[in-house]
């Protein structure tokens, strides 16, 4: 058998297994320029690549012809040039063969990545639409896709290493593949992350200033107001109580001393806030507001001074049941008449 008959052999065991020139060059270590000259019979593979040859492609290799006398140094693992007065021979092509134009730099890798940039693509769309009906089931497709992955890639292997072949391409495509997967989910995570802050919808839906006599109309609040009227500030009395509409909402009574203006508002979802923003004032100004707070998510109404880091609301309870529930009839009653 001839270089170039055992090269033809090559190229259709290659062909069978439906590999490309890249792809068993990959596999073998080489460039596929290497890969090109054996299946022309321009050169024979050295012991280290015929061993990595016949991991791949198993029993259906054939044996290589022995190199003839001085010319063994084409079986070399580096294969040496040809003298200069062959140099043409060298590089022609055997006959029947055609040469095979050279893949321009870089293209080669674009061909072996592209499948896993789509498998990523599609994955990332899959999972943020999963997310946009609920959080669990993309944790769980996720988790279920991981395992179905990792199962597949360890039978992968063992069917590899029974049928004598190397378990390493198996176990490489298997990382890749974990790999896109927990890409996916990143993404995933952080596209529902934004759509759970977009989903929020905090808004303040009323704001209602009140003069002090209209505040002190209350009788069970106002008897509480009288107790810290002496108290330095700035501070603001938050009396609370729930609202009549959809979702997470909540009505107060806001007492504040040391402010002035009018408050600058401000939504903090990440946080879960809905703050208060007033001017310091003088210490002893007093003002009254009607709020009403509501959104899609739980928050926290938070006031406080421009300026000043530290919150000043203070939320007002009472350990005394009745007390508390005339706090919330007084709220009622405010509501209805001045909201």
Not at 142 to 147: D, E, K, P, Q, T
Not at 174 to 192: D, E, T
Not at 239 to 259: E, F, N, T, W
Request: proline share 6%.
């Amino acid at each position: 058998m001839t270089a170039a008959e055992w090269g033809r052999q090559l190229a259709a065991v290659r062909r069978a297994r439906g590999w490309t020139q890249e792809s068993l060059a990959e596999r073998v270590g080489v460039s596929r320029q290497a890969v090109a000259k054996w299946e022309r019979g321009a050169a024979l593979p050295g012991p280290g690549n015929l061993l990595a040859l016949r991991q791949c492609l198993g029993d259906a290799l054939p044996e290589p012809p022995e190199p003839a006398g001085e010319g063994a140094a084409e079986s070399a693992a580096v294969e040496m040039p040809p003298a200069a007065g062959d140099a043409a021979k060298a590089e022609a092509p055997a006959a029947g063969a055609s040469p095979e134009p050279a893949a321009p730099k870089g293209r080669g890798k674009w061909r072996t990545s592209r499948p896993w940039l789509v498998a990523l693509a599609v994955l990332c769309v899959v999972f943020c639409l999963i997310s946009v009906v609920t959080y669990v089931f993309t944790a769980l497709a996720g988790a279920y896709l991981l395992l179905v992955t990792v199962a597949a890639v360890a039978a992968w292997a063992v069917v590899c290493k029974v049928r004598g072949h190397s378990a390493a391409p198996a176990l490489w495509g298997g990382l890749k593949a974990v790999g896109v997967q927990l890409a996916a989910l990143a993404v995933a995570a952080v596209f529902a992350y934004f759509l759970w802050l977009a989903g929020a919808g905090y808004r303040v839906d009323a704001l209602v200033p009140l003069t002090r006599r209209e505040a002190y109309s209350a009788p069970a609040l106002s008897v509480d107001m009288r107790r810290h009227e002496e108290d330095e500030g700035p501070y603001a009395l938050c009396y609370s109580g729930g609202a009549p509409v959809d979702g997470y909402a909540q009505r107060c009574l806001l007492v504040l001393k040391g402010v002035t203006g009018e408050p600058e508002v401000s939504y903090e979802s990440k946080n879960f806030n809905i703050r208060l923003t007033w001017q310091p004032g003088d210490p002893d100004e007093m003002q009254y507001y009607l709020v009403q707070c509501s959104g899609k998510r739980s928050f926290r109404l938070v006031v406080g001074v421009e300026g000043g880091e530290d919150r000043i609301d203070v939320m007002m309870t009472s350990g005394d049941h009745s007390i508390y529930e005339r706090w919330l009839a007084d709220l009622e009653e405010l509501w209805q008449t001045y909201g």
